[in-house]
């Protein structure tokens, strides 16, 4: 469906030929089947005589989303069967028609023994290697991540205090009637109880607010930057942790966000000018980056690496069609060569925070095992502010329904 490209660069086009009134409930639907794919998946191969051709794979999405819209919408039944079989005339697949029609009913009639019938990775929506892989690492909190890993993302937002005080954009809220929560961590984060446009946010295009989880939101707080200090984040686009460690330090030496990829590091350019910061941005591979930016200079440097992003399952679901076992691999090699290629910038006495938004032991503790182990003037050191869950190296914290997301955060100190 995707073409083993990603929802992010596939949707914006899409959305673009769609009336706007349309969209919300486009991105809608399109989410919600993603994030229940392994299990609507499980339902269409009870219900599908033999699987469907590779070329037919509109065909099958469509099954997919049929059985979305009857599971998970309020969109009547009846709307939802002859919408989703008209769409077949459209694709000029009229042979389907019936396929389509029949599977939708059937489903009607036989949804509980449907889904009694579907292995236990199939009714957590997970691809059964991961869900292999976390009941092995997590088994007490599985359900739990699964649940978190289907569920509708909350929109979390951070108060640029530079602008704004967060009693003051509090009360704004209140003013406005926009409902809220407020983090117990951070008094710079809240939560909205609904989901809006982010340009209706209240103080956006002002510079005042961002949109970002408050997961995320730990790592400028963990990092706890200091006044005068010289500060790298070497994996830095969008620039949601950059931009929120220059908001809570303005007294820093130096900031440098560091990106390899050029294209993305244009919008940490765009977030830092539209929040009214100024810090440095350069283009930059931090598993080689080379001499010129000073060997030994830098107090603090954030790795927030590449990764599987398991623990963002549920704002990235088309993962749970693209993503492999074998991804992991990958990423934790890449995860090995920017942590060994940031080292030496570091100054001795200086640390390091590695963050990964993955839940799974190979990117996150394993990778930190590692690390020490070739670096022997290397040490981790707890953080002063506890969250998630204590590791052996680091914090987990797990991604949750009605909270953040999965993130891992572990702290390393070089020697003097
Ligand atoms: C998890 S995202 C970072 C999110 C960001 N820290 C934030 O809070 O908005 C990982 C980033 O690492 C970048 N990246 C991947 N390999 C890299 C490398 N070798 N050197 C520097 N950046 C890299 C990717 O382009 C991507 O933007």
Redesign the pocket.
Known sequence: MLNGRSLAAVLPSHLASVDSGQRPLVMELVYSTLREWPLLEGISRQLLRKPLRKKDADVHALVLLGLQQLRGTRIAHHAAVSETVAVCRELRKNWATGLVNGVLRTYQRQTAELIDNLSPAEKAALPEWMYQQLAKEWPHHLTKIAAASSSRPPMSLRINTRLCSPEEYKQRLHAEGIAFSADGLSNTAVTLARPIDVESVPGFTAGQISVQDVS?QLAAILLDAKPGETVL?????????SCHIAERQPELKTLIA????AK?LEKVIANRDRLGLGFDCIA????HPGDELGVGRFDAIVA???CSATGVLRRNPDIKIHRGKTDIRHFAQ?QTD?THGLWPLLKPGGRLLYVT?SILRAENDAQVEAFLEHHEDAAVEPFDTEVGIATEYGQQVLPAAEGGDGLYFSLIRRAL
């Open positions: 995320a984040d070497a994996c830095a686009a969008p620039g949601g942790k560091a990106d390899i990829d993305r930059m591979d931090a598993a927030d690496v590449p890449q920017i938004c």
